[in-house]
């Protein structure tokens, strides 16, 4: 388990944006849309929620989960409505602050998750050997969906090993489990929408993040 002052650097707000003392083994998830306002900021804290609800602390795990939006409105707060989304989930929507993507982040991060197919697309083409950890969140899904968790790693050899594997074996998958359609693998923006729209998108991105996180942790949402 991580140590409590190395963890509030991974998950508390803001500080997970700045904090440089962040355990050597550590496992970073970024999550990619457009401005970060609205679907990757919903999607980032929505995966805490959801981490936190399978392993009753927060700070278990070396798990760094941030985001960033590939014309990001830097320093700006998340849009209302996807505040207003995430409190209806339970999920902590404070210290958020939006981040332009970076050369840094892909470098740093060990899966990322797109809401677009043109956003994996823009992350890939920025270079450092994404292209094998960076999917959009609905491929990812799937894939994990066809993955026999049972083949591993346990939790007991560490979350960080598991989630690892989890991604090479989503990789392995990618050429042999294609889309049913091209929208399929979208999370479309809802930017400027009304707030029942908003709804529908929160629950679009929680519905394909609850296999993803009980693939990881190896625990199923709590009824």
């Given at each position: ?157 560490g979350l960080v090993i598991r989630a690892r594997a989890l991604v090479r074996a989503a990789a392995a998958l990618r050429g042999w489990l294609l889309a049913p359609t091209a929208e399929a693998d979208e999370v479309f923006d809802p930017y400027g929408a009304p707030l029942p729209f908003f709804r529908s998108i929160g629950d679009e991105i929680n519905e394909a993040l609850d296999p993803v996180v009980t693939a990881l942790t190896g625990v199923p949402a709590?009824?």
């Amino acid at each position: 388990m991580t140590a409590p002052d190395a963890g509030r650097g991974i998950w508390d707000g803001e500080e997970t944006r700045t904090f440089t003392g962040l355990p050597h083994d550590s496992f970073r998830i970024l999550h990619v849309s457009t401005g970060n306002v609205c679907r990757s900021p919903i999607t980032e804290r929505l995966t805490r929620h959801a981490l936190a609800d399978r392993l009753g602390d927060p700070l278990w795990g070396g798990l760094v989960v941030e985001s960033a939006g590939t014309w990001g409105h830097e320093g700006a707060p998340m849009e209302a409505n996807a505040e207003t989304v995430l409190a209806e989930f339970g999920a902590d929507a404070s210290g958020f602050m939006g981040r332009e993507l970076l050369d840094e982040h892909v470098i740093m991060a060990d899966l990322v998750l797109t809401a677009t197919r043109d956003h994996r697309q823009q992350v890939i083409s920025m270079g450092h050997s994404a292209g094998l950890r960076t999917f959009t969140l609905k491929e990812f899904t799937r894939l994990v969906k066809a993955i026999d968790t049972a083949t591993l790693p346990p939790l007991e050899e560490g979350l960080v090993i598991r989630a690892r594997a989890l991604v090479r074996a989503a990789a392995a998958l990618r050429g042999w489990l294609l889309a049913p359609t091209a929208e399929a693998d979208e999370v479309f923006d809802p930017y400027g929408a009304p707030l029942p729209f908003f709804r529908s998108i929160g629950d679009e991105i929680n519905e394909a993040l609850d296999p993803v996180v009980t693939a990881l942790t190896g625990v199923p949402a709590r009824a």
